[in-house]
C-alpha cells in the first residue's frame, strides 16, 4: 500500500466547495480581457460565446452546462435568431473555464441559464450580423441598406449575389465592434419561441453522446474511493492484504477522501474494496440521529427567530384573532440521487492537469483541482461532459479532487467512479425543517395573521468554507479563514435559500412574521432543484388550503381572494383551474390545487388523486406556467413534466434518514424513485408572452406536494403535514 500527501492551501478539509482572428479578444464595452477560448485564424470571434470560421462553421461555446434541461439547444436559438442562421446549423461546444463566462462564475443553477443569456447572446448574434453586412457591403461597394442576412448568408438585394458567413469572417474580424444594433421583432421570429428539435437527441438516442462515464482516456486506471459512512469520521485503521492480491488491482493508497482501490477496470476496483477491512471512526456526529434532530426541533421552535418578514402587527396580530390555528410541518434530507452518479476522470502531469468532469461549474473544479494540488489555476483545464441529472448536486464537485489526487500519486489516468452507495451516503442533502404555523382568522373566514417560524439550518453556512477555494490565489491563507469564519456565521440567519418562497409569499394578509431559527445538526447540505421553494412552498400550500377548509370556502376560490389584485398570479391559477374543470372530477377521484413563484416563473398545478387501501395514485396533472417568452416550449413543457415527476418522487417516496451520524439509506431498494406505472398524465399549458424569459428547470417542482397533499384531504380528510405522504 502506498500513501499521497496533499497540500490544501485554502481548502479546510472536513468541511461540508490581431486583426483577422481577433486573437486578443475584446469585450462589446471595448475592454480588453483575456484570449478568446479556441482561436481560430481569420475567424469572426466578436466575444467569447461566437466564431465564424472562413470555412463556414459557426461555433458556438455553451458556457452553461448540459444536464438534461436544454440549453444545448434553447440558448443557441436565442444567438441564432438574430445571427440569422438555422440554430441546427450551428456547431455547439461545452465552453472551458473563460472570464468572460464569470457572472460572477462560471456555474449552472438556480434557472438562470437562459434569463441571463438572452440579452448577451441577442447582441452577440445581432453584432456579429451587423458585422458581416458592413463587410459585405464594403467588398460589393454598395450601401449598407442593399445587403440583408438570411439563412447563413449576405444576400445582395435585387440580384443573385450573396456571401457566406465563413467567406466574410476575415474582414468582418478587422472591423470595429459596434455599440448599438437593432433587434428583431419577435412577430418576425423564425426559431425563438417555437418547438425546434433539440441538437442532442440523436447522439442520446443512439449512444454516440459523452457523458462522464463515456470518457475514454488512452492508459487510464479506474479508482473507486472508500469513504467513512459517518459525517467527519477519520479512519482508525485499515488493512489491504487481500485486497492487493484481488485480479487487475494495480494500487490502493490513501487520499483525502478515504482509501483508493485502483485497477484495470471498475468492476475489479469494486470487488477489491469488499476486501479492504476498514475500521471507522464515527466522529463528533456520533449522536446524531433523525429522532434527535426532531426532538431538537421541537425545543429549538420555542425560541424566537430572525425577522425575514414583519408587516403590519407582526405576530402581535395573533391576539386580534376570533380563531387561531396552528399547525407543524416538516420535511425530511433528501438526496439529489442521479442516474448517472458522481464520476471524473483526471490525467495529471509536471506540466499541466486535464479533468473532464460531469459538473454544474468547471470553474469550482478547476479551483478545487487547483488548491488541492496546489498549482496555478491556469495549469488545470476542465474539459465538460454531458451529465445525466445535476439537480444542484454537480455545483458541489468535490468528487473531481479524487481522481487528481490519485493520479499526480500514479503518474497514470484515472478515472474515479462511486457506486450508488457512495452516491447516496455522501451526498449535499437538501436541508431537513420543521416550520411552526399558526394563523387567526376572524368570525367571517378572513385571516387576519399570518405566523411562520422555520426551524432550519444554511446551505450558504455549510457551503461558504467548501466554497473558499474560490478566494483569489495570492489571498493568504489567514486571511481566507478569516473571510470564510465571517460569512459563514453571517449568513447562518441571513440565508435566503431557507426562507425563500415563504417569506415572500403572495397572500394579501394584514399581519404576517415570518422567522427563522438557525439549527444545524451538521448533515452535509446542498442546492437540491428549486432549494427553499420545495420544502416552503408545500408548508405554505399546505396551510393556506387548511385555512380554506376551515373558512368554509373552495380552496381555488380562496386563493383568489387572497391574491386579488396580482393579475400575473390570478391569470395562472385561474387557466390552471379552467384546464383541470376544477370542481368537475369524477367519482373516486379527489383534486387538490397549490400555486407557487419561483426564479422568476409562476407555475400552478391540480392534482387528480386517487386512495385505496390508504396507497396514493396521483392520476392526472394539470399545470400552468408563466416563464416569459418560451424559447422553446418543447423544452419548457419537458421541463414542467420533468419538475413535476422529481416532485412526485420527493412527495411520495422521498427520505434521507440518519443513524449515528450517517445515512441510512444506500441504493434505490430503500430511496425509491417514481415508476414509470406511477407517473400520472401529465398536461402544461403556457401562458404567451413577448416579456424575456425566466426560469423553468426548477418551478415545476415546489407546487406538486402541496397539490397532491391537498388532494388527499379532500379524499381522504386527513391533513398530512410531514413528507413523504403517507396516510394512517
Aim: contains cysteine; negative net charge.
Amino acid at each position: 500500500m502506498s500513501g499521497v500527501e496533499i497540500t490544501r492551501r485554502k481548502f479546510l478539509v472536513g468541511s461540508t466547495t490581431a486583426v483577422g482572428g481577433l486573437a486578443l479578444g475584446i469585450s462589446f464595452t471595448g475592454q480588453k480581457v483575456e484570449a478568446l477560448p479556441n482561436v481560430t485564424d481569420g475567424a469572426l470571434q466578436p466575444n467569447a460565446w461566437l466564431q465564424i470560421r472562413p470555412d463556414n462553421k459557426i461555433v458556438f461555446q455553451l458556457d452553461k452546462t448540459e444536464m438534461g434541461q436544454g440549453v444545448i439547444a434553447s440558448m443557441p436559438a436565442i444567438l441564432a435568431e438574430e445571427l440569422e442562421v438555422d440554430p441546427r446549423d450551428m456547431v455547439v461546444e461545452l465552453a472551458p473555464v473563460h472570464g468572460d463566462f464569470q457572472d460572477p462564475m462560471q456555474m449552472t443553477g438556480g434557472s438562470s441559464s437562459t434569463r441571463t443569456r438572452w440579452d448577451v447572446l441577442r447582441e452577440t448574434g445581432a453584432k456579429a450580423r451587423t458585422m458581416l453586412i458592413a463587410a459585405a457591403a464594403a467588398k460589393w461597394e454598395v450601401p449598407l441598406d442593399q445587403c440583408v442576412a438570411r439563412e447563413g448568408r449576405i444576400h445582395l438585394t435585387g440580384s443573385d449575389r450573396s456571401a457566406t458567413y465563413g467567406e466574410l469572417a476575415n474582414d468582418a474580424a478587422k472591423l470595429p465592434i459596434p455599440k448599438e444594433v437593432s433587434f428583431k421583432n419577435p412577430a418576425d421570429y423564425r426559431y425563438v419561441g417555437k418547438p425546434l428539435r433539440r441538437v442532442d437527441s440523436i447522439a442520446k438516442s443512439t449512444g454516440t453522446a459523452e457523458f462522464g462515464l463515456d470518457v475514454r482516456v488512452p492508459d487510464a486506471l479506474t479508482a473507486v474511493v472508500l469513504r467513512n459512512p459517518h459525517f467527519g469520521g477519520p479512519i482508525d485503521s485499515f488493512d489491504t492484504t487481500e485486497a492487493e492480491e484481488m485480479p487487475g488491482v494495480t494500487n490502493i493508497l490513501q487520499i483525502s477522501a478515504g482509501i483508493a482501490v485502483v485497477a484495470d477496470t471498475y468492476w475489479h476496483a469494486r470487488k477489491a474494496a469488499d476486501k479492504v477491512t476498514v475500521a471507522w471512526n464515527k466522529g463528533p456526529l456520533e449522536h446524531v440521529s433523525s429522532d434527535w434532530i426532531r426532538s431538537t426541533w421541537e425545543e429549538q421552535a420555542k425560541q424566537e427567530g430572525k425577522s425575514v418578514r414583519s408587516d403590519g402587527e407582526g405576530m402581535q396580530g395573533l391576539d386580534l384573532a376570533a380563531d387561531v390555528t396552528t399547525a407543524v410541518y416538516e420535511v425530511p434530507y433528501l438526496a439529489h440521487a442521479t442516474m448517472e452518479p458522481m464520476n471524473t476522470t483526471a490525467r495529471v502531469t509536471p506540466d499541466s492537469i486535464e479533468v473532464w468532469s460531469p459538473n454544474q461549474g468547471p470553474q469550482i473544479v478547476q479551483s478545487l483541482v487547483a488548491d488541492a494540488l496546489d498549482v496555478p489555476l491556469d495549469q488545470v483545464t476542465v474539459y465538460s461532459t454531458l451529465m445525466g441529472g445535476g439537480f444542484g448536486r454537480r455545483g458541489i464537485p468535490d468528487y473531481a479532487v479524487d481522481p487528481v489526487e490519485i493520479s499526480k500519486a500514479l503518474g497514470q489516468p484515472v478515472k474515479v467512479v462511486w457506486s450508488r452507495e457512495d452516491d447516496m451516503r455522501h451526498d449535499y442533502y437538501r436541508p431537513a425543517t420543521y416550520n411552526l404555523l399558526k394563523a387567526g382568522v376572524d368570525d367571517r373566514g378572513k385571516v387576519q395573521t399570518w405566523t411562520h417560524r422555520i426551524v432550519a439550518p444554511s446551505i450558504m453556512a455549510t457551503l461558504i468554507p467548501t466554497m473558499s477555494v474560490m478566494a483569489p490565489q495570492w489571498m493568504p491563507d489567514w486571511l481566507t479563514t478569516l473571510l470564510v469564519r465571517g460569512a459563514g456565521s453571517l449568513m447562518k440567519t441571513r440565508d435566503a435559500s431557507s426562507h425563500e418562497g415563504a417569506g415572500d409569499h403572495p397572500y394579501q394578509i394584514d399581519n404576517i412574521e415570518v422567522e427563522h431559527v438557525y439549527f444545524d445538526p451538521g448533515i452535509p447540505l446542498g442546492f437540491w432543484r428549486s432549494v427553499g421553494h420545495s420544502q416552503n412552498a408545500f408548508v405554505i400550500e399546505s396551510f393556506i388550503d387548511e385555512l380554506a377548509y376551515k373558512a368554509k370556502e373552495d380552496p381555488y376560490e380562496f386563493r383568489r381572494r387572497l391574491l386579488a389584485g396580482n393579475d400575473r398570479l390570478l391569470t395562472v391559477l385561474n387557466l390552471a383551474a379552467e384546464k383541470a374543470a376544477w370542481g368537475t372530477v369524477k367519482d373516486g377521484i379527489s383534486e387538490g390545487i397549490a400555486i407557487h413563484e419561483s426564479f422568476g416563473s409562476v407555475v400552478a398545478e391540480v392534482a387528480e388523486v386517487s386512495v385505496d387501501n390508504n396507497k396514493i395514485k396521483v392520476e392526472r396533472v394539470v399545470c400552468v406556467v408563466d416563464c416569459g417568452l418560451a424559447v422553446n416550449p418543447d423544452i419548457v413543457k419537458a421541463q414542467m413534466e420533468s419538475g413535476i415527476v422529481f416532485g412526485l418522487t420527493a412527495a411520495l417516496k422521498g427520505e434521507i434518514n440518519i443513524n449515528e451520524g450517517s445515512v441510512v439509506e444506500s441504493n434505490f431498494h430503500d430511496y425509491k424513485m417514481l415508476r414509470m406505472n406511477e407517473s400520472p398524465k401529465i398536461e402544461v399549458y403556457i401562458i404567451p408572452h413577448d416579456d424575456k424569459p425566466t426560469g423553468v428547470g426548477e418551478p415545476g417542482t415546489p407546487p406538486i406536494a402541496p397539490a397532491v397533499a391537498n388532494a388527499v384531504y379532500a379524499a381522504t380528510g386527513q391533513r398530512i403535514r410531514r413528507l413523504p405522504l403517507r396516510l394512517s
